[in-house]
């Protein structure tokens, strides 16, 4: 095993091949270690994340380098039929590829049953391996910017269905009508690890009646009848059974306090904690980007930390009470302003409650240092959680869909006992464009993919935040490059917030709250937990420097074998 530094609270575990991955991840799921919080297998590593206050690094090594890698791990787990139209804009490219015929390709795709070995990418995506070993193709030199859902594809020696439209660069050889993500399901993922799978030959033609045929015509129980029974059934007998009133309906409303949004801006999203614990979904934490902001203003109000608040990004945010109600704005530094029902316009400061009476607004101006509001209410928002969380990830398309003007969000009874906190002080060290923002790194896991120039000019040069930022992460630019010394293709590994990815073009990209569970590009070093909320709030066009408070440093442990006796 050779472990490689993540960040303070996270390693990754570096094998040789895909086999001793899943021993290795078997043995850590049969016999937990006490302060792992999470794991995320991938094709050789596993990603261990870690809290330090209950685990030491040394000892996390030790443990984790004692176990076996070599016990075999049996594939025997649901078998899942998966129908696939053979009709891929690449079916014939792979087929010259491995001097065979469509025909043959098609026959070797559905001759063998496969296995889920991890998921990752996207939500529902799952990493399938095992099948005839002569099926191993590279990606495509350039990904198209558009896969659609349902494309069965191939990369190396693996298969996948893309559970969503999305970029991508597997080959593809088809499509299946078998819905691959489905929130409607207990459990929105088709294929968990474990699970096998056998591919079915529908035909060349995705015909009209292949869409729903029999809830996708999965070998087992899997619940996977969902494409068109969603239970729409209470549409057409609601109006019997609505017997309130309008007037009634009305006066209900006025008892029940609203925040009614006039002005999402550039974009409004619910945020809570995030997500923990859905990697075997293929599903990233995600929630608040700036973590300290949002337990400050849940704070003022008299909530739980994690509470869900309205994360906010540069201003132009306007709502409308109805009802009393009391609110908090924390975050980023700006105007907020006040009007009543009469036309009276006052200012409040963030970082203290506001009490909001029936037909105040309340706006947000561009704020002067940081992007990010947030601003939550006491007693919390009217929100249902998806898979555990109010959050909204905007690149896996998990949770609540980003708040519109005319969007009436009720606000909860505040609980006995919450008391509103005092006003507090903002941050004195919001990033502004005028002053260049400094952030420690924890160099690794990829470092060495990466020549010494490079890792000396991530922190010589300052680079700019351009305008494809966004909470999946902040794109770079430097006046050079990084250049890579390893210019090998890395298989998918696991990914953290804080992640600075060295994509071809050499110009990092700073991962956030949104970011892909794995990644295929080399990670020369990652953001330290404390500055994480620091760079949630860096504007478009500003200066970044990053500060190595670390040396890369890979740990190499012999292979323990463990024979039966």
Not at 80 to 101: K, M, S
Not at 242 to 257: E, G, I, L, M
Not at 266 to 292: C, I, K, P, T, Y
Not at 373 to 382: E, I, M, Q, S, T
């Amino acid at each position: 095993m050779r472990f490689l530094p993540v960040n303070t609270d996270a390693l990754l575990v570096e094998l040789d091949d895909l086999d001793q991955t899943l021993a290795l991840f078997a043995a850590l799921q049969n016999r937990p270690i006490a302060g792992v919080t999470e794991m995320v297998p991938a094709a050789r590593t596993v990603l261990v994340i870690f809290q330090p206050s209950l685990v030491s690094r040394d000892a996390l090594i030790a443990d984790i380098g004692s176990r076996d890698t070599t016990a075999y791990v049996a594939r025997d787990g649901k078998l899942i039929e998966i129908p696939v139209h053979y009709n891929g804009e690449d079916l014939h490219e792979v087929a010259q590829l491995l001097g065979i015929t469509p025909d043959e390709v098609v026959r070797r795709h559905t001759g063998g049953t496969y296995s889920v070995a991890f998921t990752g990418f996207a939500p529902g995506f799952a990493y399938l391996s095992g099948g005839d070993p002569t099926l191993d193709v590279p990606r495509r030199k350039t990904p198209r910017t558009r896969i659609p859902a349902g494309a069965v594809a191939l990369a190396g020696t693996f298969s996948g269905v893309y559970p969503q439209a999305s970029p991508g660069g597997w080959q593809i050889l088809g499509v299946t009508p078998v819905p691959m993500w489905d929130l409607s399901r207990e459990t929105p993922a088709l294929l968990q690890p474990g699970y096998r799978v056998r591919f079915i030959d529908a035909g060349a033609s995705a015909g009209a009646s292949t869409g729903a045929s029999t809830g996708t015509s999965t070998g087992t129980s899997t619940g996977t009848s969902t494409g068109t029974s969603t239970g729409t059934s209470t549409g057409t007998s609601a109006q019997a059974s609505t017997s309130t009133s309008a007037n009634a309906a009305a006066a209900d409303s006025r008892a029940t306090p609203a925040l009614e949004v006039v002005s999402p801006g550039l974009q409004a999203v619910f945020e809570d904690l995030g997500r923990a614990g859905q990697a075997r979904q293929g599903v990233a934490a995600s929630g608040a980007m700036d973590r300290g902001a949002l337990r400050a203003a849940n704070r003022l109000v008299g909530n739980a930390p994690g509470e869900a608040a309205i994360e906010i990004v540069y201003g132009g945010f306007q709502l409308r009470a109805h009802g009393p109600s009391v609110v908090a704005v924390t975050g980023a530094l700006g105007d907020v302003t006040l009007r009543n029902a009469a036309c009276t316009t006052w200012t409040a400061n963030t970082y203290q409650a506001i009490a909001l009476d029936d037909g105040d607004t309340l706006s947000l101006g561009q704020p002067s240092a940081g992007i990010r509001y947030y601003l939550a209410a006491r007693g919390g928002f009217d929100v249902q959680p998806v898979l555990g969380s109010c959050s909204t990830d905007t690149l896996a398309r998990v949770g609540p869909e980003p708040l519109a003007a005319g969007d009436r969000i009720g606000i909860r009874p505040a609980g006995q006992g919450a008391i509103v906190g005092a006003p507090e002080i903002a941050p004195a060290d919001l990033p502004t464009t005028n002053v260049e923002v400094v952030l420690d790194v924890v160099l690794g896991p990829r470092t060495d993919w990466c020549d010494a120039e490079a890792v000396a000019l991530l922190s010589r040069q300052a680079w700019t935040v351009t305008p494809q930022s966004n909470r999946v992460g902040i794109r770079l630019n430097g006046d050079a490059p990084l250049q890579r010394a390893n210019h090998a293709e890395l298989p998918s590994e696991g990914t953290r917030k804080g992640s600075i990815q060295v994509p071809a073009s050499g110009q990092p990209v700073l991962f956030l709250a949104d970011h892909p569970l794995t990644g295929g590009y080399p990670v020369i070093g990652s953001v330290a937990p404390w500055h994480l909320d620091r760079a949630a709030q860096i504007p478009i066009g500003a200066r970044v420097r990053f500060n190595p408070i670390s040396d890369f440093v890979p740990v190499d442990v012999p292979a323990v074998s463990v024979n039966p006796t």
